[in-house]
Every structure is written in C-alpha cells, then in structure tokens.
RNA sequence: GGAGGGAUGCCGGAGCGGCCAAUCGGAGCAGACUGUAAAUCUGCCGCCCUAAGGGCUACGUAGGUUCGAAUCCUACUCCCUCCA
C-alpha cells in the first residue's frame, strides 16, 4: 500500500471530519500496508438510508479506494434493545422476520454507496445467539464498567438529571456494539460524533481482551432539511437516498442556505477550491445562494440517479416552482356528468388535502386555483369544465375528467 | 415495602370548576414577499355540516360530585424521583 499523497490526506483526514482517535496511530496503521478492517454497525430497525447516513458511508467508500475492508455489522440483537442515542422513544420489538426483511432493503441502500465487494457482511446472531451467549456472559461484560462511566455519557446524563427514564437494557446497547469490535477485530471504527462513547467501550473491550484498540473516526451529524435539529427519519427532516430524482432535487432546494457548504462538504465531491469560491461568493453577495443550492442539489441527484435525472428534476424545478407552471403528468380526478359534489369534498377526496375541513380552510387561503383562477367558493364539481386544472397549494395538482 | 410527583393536541409545554377545541413555542400548511420549495412577515392549524352559524369527539382509563369538569373525588393503568 503506497504512501498517502497530500491531497489523499486532506480529503480522508480533514474533510467530513470531526474528531479522530488517534489519529497518528491511524495513519501508522495506514502505512503499514496492510488492509485494514473498518467498522460500520447498523441496526435493522429501520430501513431509510437517508443523507445523515450518506456522510459516513462516503468516507468508508475513500477508504475501500484505498484497499481497505468494511465490515458491515448487521445489529440484529442491538435493534431489540434499539440506541439510546438521542431520543428516549422506547422502539417497538422486532420479530426476526421485520429484521431480516428491514437488513436486506437497509444493505441494497448500503451498496449504492460502498463498494460490496469490499465488504464483509456479519450478523451479530453468531455470537449474541442463546445458547452462546448468556448471562454468564452479560455479568462479566457488564462488570467492567461503572455506572459513573456510563452517566458521563452526555445522553444518559442528560436524560438522568431531566428525570427521563433509562432502560437498564439500554446500558447494555453500548457493550454488544463494543463487543462486536471484539469479535470481528475491527480496526477502525465508524460513526457519527454521537457515537464516540459506544465506540470507546468498543476499544476498551478489545484492549481487556489483548486486542489492539480500534481508532475510532468521528464525523459530523447532518443537520436535516429544517436546519436545526439532525437528520433523522422520525423527524421528517430528511432526504432519502431513494428519493425519486424530483423530491430529492426539490428537498434539496429547501434546505437553509446557511448549511449549502456544509452540504457541499459533507456529500459531494465537489473540491475544496470550488467550495471556498462558493463560500465566499455568497458572503459577499457575488453568488446567489440560489444558484449554489441548484449546483448541490444536481450533485445529489446526479450521485444517485444519474446526470440525466438531475437536468430534469431542474427543469422541473424551474418550471413548476420557479417559473410556477403546470407539471407535464398530473393525477387525474374522474368526476360523473352533472356532479353537485363540492370542490372541498373532493379535494380531500383526491387526497389534496388531509380532511374536509383543511379543504375549505385552503379555499379561504387562496390556495386553490383552477386554470391558473384562484377559487374561493366551494364550487359543486359539475360547474367545472372538463379537463380544467385544479391546483392546491403550492404543488399539489390533479385533473378533472368528466365521464359521461 | 414506604413517601412524594406526574400522565394534556404531531412534539415540547401552560391551564387547575364556567370566558377551553384548550395560552405559548416548535413542526406542518397557506398567503405575501423574494434571487430559491431559503430567510422574513401574516394567517391557519380536531372532525363533520352548502356554515358570519350549528353539531360531534377530545385533556391516561373507568366511574362519581356539580346547573357546569382538562380542572374536584374514587378506583385502575403507566411513568418519574427519593427513602428502605
């Protein structure tokens, strides 16, 4: 394995980055020459690779391009107990088929990203299974530590002194993932800034079983579309790497223009050149923040659809959120001959709006327009012509067909 | 085992007998504006009724007191804290 060039090293090292322990040791390591074993877990309790994953999926990729090897860690016995980071939302039990079933759409997602045949998959049932591992196990595991070690943890601490509750089972969630760096003698580990005490343990274990602690490579938590709290499915901030082109391309578009570079840095390979001129640009009123967000979100598109895709959805853009034109294909609304339904009826019928009511309160807001008219009177369906374009909103359409 | 505190709308969190479909913040939605589906401002934000009005269902669950309850009482369920 060649010496890492200055320009690798940057783009490993400092860019995405947030913390790396330790990193001498890392880059020792590197030099060796031999390929190293990253650690990447996951817990199939869900299945939606969103952008916050991206991050760090993306770093392991720089890495695979180097002649490294990720093991992936399907946490099968970790999604039971479910990561008390974060929120304090006790998940529902899994059966082992939702498992199995939520791990195969998770790995799809995976490999969009990580290269599979630097992979290795490892399931944690081999050796979290009953029969191998038991209580016997969890004793000696758990007597390592302390609960003064576990209450530094910024979360538990938290959570401690707002008088949420703590599971004790969620004590043991950081021993089973440092035990899987035991059992797969990682190297390096993976994961978000909120994961460095989960992984310390990992190093920790390793060490009092005569393993070489694993280095632990931190990186930034993306801050979802809403732009303060990170990205996460149950929040709704997010976007999905199976996003269709359009929402992701639009999503994108949503984003605050505060975190563009942030974006740009974390999940494109957009240089650090480019990205500066952008930075600066917007800060002095050069560029339009704007024109960059279209840059980004064509990057993101064109990452996971394709180059094609991303010219569309920006056409598409232009057109109906810009230019606020009709979209090409909009759903189509059957409606019989002489109906005397109302337009709110339907509208909630056609699923414009969440209920009757919401319907008649977007009527009074002036946001529904038929033919380009803004509407404010509950019309019966039969007043409308054939064919006439019902918009809702900002980008909610639908097309009325009259059968006879 | 004992003592105290709590359960409110998507989330956080007020209210503590009528003025409560419930203050406020966040999220969401809409309108205006705009260089964007950014920011900002304004409005809306349980459901149903062709409706300046009316009805229904809601404040952990089940009963009760009262002309009237999210607010008081009783039981139950769940949660938190402290003592043992």
């Not at 060039?5 to 020792?28: A, H, P, T, Y």
């Not at 996003?243 to 639009?250: H, L, R, S």
């Not at 996971?304 to 294909?329: L, M």
């Not at 019309?379 to 374009?389: A, H, N, P, Q, T």
Request: glycine letters at 8%; proline letters at 4%; aromatic letters at 8%.
């Amino acid at each position: 394995m060649k010496r890492l060039s200055e320009s690798e090293f940057k783009r490993l090292f400092r860019r995405g980055v947030s913390q790396i322990i330790n990193e001498d040791e890392l880059l020792r390591m590197m030099q060796s020459g031999r390929p190293l074993r990253l650690k990447q877990g996951f817990d199939p309790s869900f299945t939606d690779i969103h952008m916050g994953h991206v991050v760090g999926l993306r770093k392991l990729r720089q890495f695979q391009q180097l002649g490294h090897q990720v093991v992936l860690i399907v946490g099968d016995w970790t999604a039971r107990i479910g990561d008390p980071t974060g929120r304090s939302a006790t998940r529902p039990m899994l059966t082992g088929d939702q498992v199995k079933a939520n791990a195969q759409t998770y790995m799809e997602q995976f490999f969009k990203i990580v290269d599979k045949d630097r992979t290795e998959v490892r399931w944690q049932s081999p050796w979290f299974e009953k029969g191998i591992f038991g209580l016997e196990d969890v004793i000696r595991l758990s007597s390592k530590f302390t609960v003064a070690q576990f209450l530094a943890r910024e979360d538990f601490a938290r959570r401690y002194s707002e008088g949420h509750p703590i599971a004790i089972t969620e004590f043991l969630y950081p021993l089973m993932q440092g035990y899987d760096s035991v059992m797969i003698e990682s190297d390096v580990e993976f994961g978000g800034t909120d994961q460095v005490f989960n992984c310390m343990v990992g190093r920790q274990l390793q060490e009092m079983v005569g393993q070489k602690p694993q280095q632990v490579f931190l990186m930034p938590l993306l801050v979802g579309t809403d732009g303060v709290q990170k990205m996460s499915k149950s929040l709704g901030n997010y976007i999905g790497v199976t996003d269709p082109p359009a929402e992701m391309y639009g999503k994108t578009m949503s984003i605050n223009d505060s975190m563009i570079i942030p974006y740009l840095e974390l999940l494109t390979d957009v240089p650090d050149e480019e990205i500066e001129h952008f930075s600066t640009g917007m800060a002095d009123g050069r560029l339009n923040p704007m024109t960059v967000k279209k840059r980004l979100a064509h990057e993101l598109v064109k990452d996971f659809w394709s180059d094609k895709d991303a010219g569309e959805a920006a056409d598409e853009f232009a057109r109906t959120v810009q230019q606020k034109e009709v979209p090409d294909e909009i759903p189509v609304l059957k409606i019989a001959g002489g109906s005397t339904a109302l337009l709110s009826a339907e509208i909630s019928r056609a699923g414009l709006a969440k209920s009757r009511s919401e319907a008649r309160r977007l009527l009074e807001q002036n946001a529904v327009e038929i033919n380009g008219k803004t509407v404010n009177e509950d019309l019966e369906m039969g007043k409308i012509d054939d064919g006439s374009v019902i918009k809702v909103g900002k980008r909610r359409y639908i097309k009325v067909i009259r059968e006879k």
